[in-house]
């Protein structure tokens, strides 16, 4: 099928939303709680699935500013969608995040498909900076109790490692903290993976910074002899890049 001939993307559902409430579970780390009667229609569709976030004004493309993020937890009882969303500085959301209060109305699309764990494996590495926070934990409480997964987070502070509120008996957390200034992103998220131990049939799930993805990814298949489907790796953000695209699995 050429690409003329492909159908086109069936569109995600809209829901008009309005902010319940925001609290800072950390420093950098803003949780916004929708409600609204539109979203009796939001089906969650799993793990680190993704919704999007739609914010006034228009691309250049005319097509409306909209950021992609994960749906941490949703309560169809109350109609209420939980969204952390890192305060990382400038940018159509990370703005939006720092002056949201309770009672202002938001879009939201979504959501779009959940990450499929595979039932045959038991131990996972699930890797990733604070925008994969609420992936992970959606993955964490998802996870069969006899399963076991070894968590690595790359923070800029220590205290961030407080926004992942999920746990999991067989789950190990090391924190690795960027130094004031410091090192490029992701790339103590490498050095890790690096070094982790990989055992025969684990799965991998790794959201970073998309320059690191790659090189994570890269290291993965042709140093480590690990299979594609074993792994999922997702470009969450690109540096110096505004709107990085959300379908970015890190390949060359
Ligand atoms: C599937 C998926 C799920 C995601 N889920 C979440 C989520 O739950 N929570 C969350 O916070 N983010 C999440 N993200 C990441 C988020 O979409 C990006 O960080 C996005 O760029 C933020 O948009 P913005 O408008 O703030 O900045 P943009 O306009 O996109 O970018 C402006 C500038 O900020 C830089 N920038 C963007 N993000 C970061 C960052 N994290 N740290 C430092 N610099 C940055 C860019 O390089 C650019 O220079 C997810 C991304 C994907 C693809």
New binding site residues.
């Given amino acids: 099928m050429t690409t003329s001939d492909a159908p086109p993307k069936p569109k995600k559902a809209r829901h008009a939303v309005t902010v319940k409430s925001v609290t800072d579970v950390t420093p950098r780390?803003r949780r916004i709680v929708f409600t609204g009667e539109a979203l009796s229609a939001f089906e969650w569709s799993g793990p680190?699935a993704?919704i999007k976030l739609l914010f006034a004004g228009e691309t250049p493309e005319s097509k409306p500013v909209m950021?992609?993020?994960?749906p941490?937890r949703f309560d169809a009882a109350t109609c209420e969608l939980t969204?952390?969303?890192?305060l990382?500085?400038?940018?159509?959301?990370?703005?939006?995040?720092a002056q949201a209060e309770a009672g202002q109305p938001l879009t939201i699309a979504g959501p779009g498909r959940a990450y499929a764990l595979d039932d045959a494996a038991t131990h996972w590495v699930l890797a990733g900076?604070?925008?994969?926070?609420?992936?992970l934990a959606t993955i964490l409480e998802s996870l069969p109790a006899h399963a076991t997964a070894e968590v690595f987070l790359e923070l800029p502070a220590f205290e961030e490692a407080a926004a992942l509120d999920a746990a999991h008996p067989g789950a190990r957390l090391t924190r690795l903290v960027r130094a004031d200034g410091g090192a490029e992103?992701g790339s103590m998220l490498e050095a890790a993976i690096r070094s982790a131990s990989l055992p025969e049939g684990v799965r991998l799930y790794v959201?970073a910074?998309a320059g690191a993805i790659r090189r994570i990814r890269r290291h993965l298949l042709q140093e480590r002899g690990m299979a594609p489907a074993q792994m999922v790796t997702?470009?969450?953000?690109?540096?110096?890049?505004?709107?990085?695209?959300?379908r970015?699995y890190g390949e060359d």
């Fill in positions: 780390m680190a993704h950021r992609t993020y994960t941490r969204v952390d969303m890192v990382h500085g400038e940018g159509p959301a990370a703005s939006w995040a900076d604070d925008t994969a926070i609420p992936a992103p959201a910074e997702r470009g969450y953000w690109k540096l110096g890049e505004t709107d990085h695209p959300d970015d």
